[in-house]
Nanobody, 125 residues
C-alpha cells in the first residue's frame, strides 16, 4: 500500500485548493481513505474519510460545508476539494488508508494502517 499526497500550496483566505492522494498497490474499493492534517504545534486530526465501496463520507465539523472528498477509482486517486479556506486550515495534510473490513470507526489517526507523505497547505489572511 502506497499513498502520495499532492496539491498543497499557498492560498489567500477565501481561496480554494484541491489535494490529490494517489494510491498504488491496492484497490480503493477495499479500503477507507482518510485525509488528516497537522498544524504547527498541534496534534494530527481527522479531516475527512471516504469509502467508495460503501458510498460513504465523513467530515470533521470544522470543514463541513467547505471541503468535499471524492474518489476516482479509475485513476486510483482520492481528492479533497477545499473551498473558503481559512488561516486555521493551515497545516500539513496527509492521506492514509485502512482496510474496509476494519470498519468505518477505524478512520481515525490511530486507526489507519498506511500513511503517505504530507503536503503543506498555507492559508494567508
Amino acid at each position: 500500500v502506497q499513498l502520495q499526497a499532492s496539491g498543497g500550496g499557498l492560498v489567500q483566505a477565501g481561496g480554494s485548493l484541491r489535494l490529490s492522494c494517489a494510491a498504488s498497490g491496492f484497490t480503493l474499493d477495499d479500503y477507507i481513505i482518510g485525509w488528516f492534517r497537522q498544524a504547527p504545534g498541534k496534534e494530527r486530526e481527522g479531516v475527512s474519510c471516504i469509502s467508495s465501496a460503501a458510498d460513504s463520507t465523513y467530515y470533521a465539523d470544522s470543514v463541513k460545508g467547505r471541503f468535499t472528498i471524492s474518489s476516482d477509482n479509475a485513476k486510483h486517486t482520492v481528492y479533497l476539494q477545499m473551498h473558503s479556506l481559512k488561516p486555521e486550515d493551515t497545516a500539513v495534510y496527509y492521506c492514509a488508508a485502512v482496510s474496509l473490513d476494519r470498519g468505518w470507526g477505524s478512520c481515525v489517526v490511530y486507526g489507519m494502517d498506511s500513511w503517505g507523505k504530507g503536503t503543506l497547505v498555507t492559508v494567508s489572511s
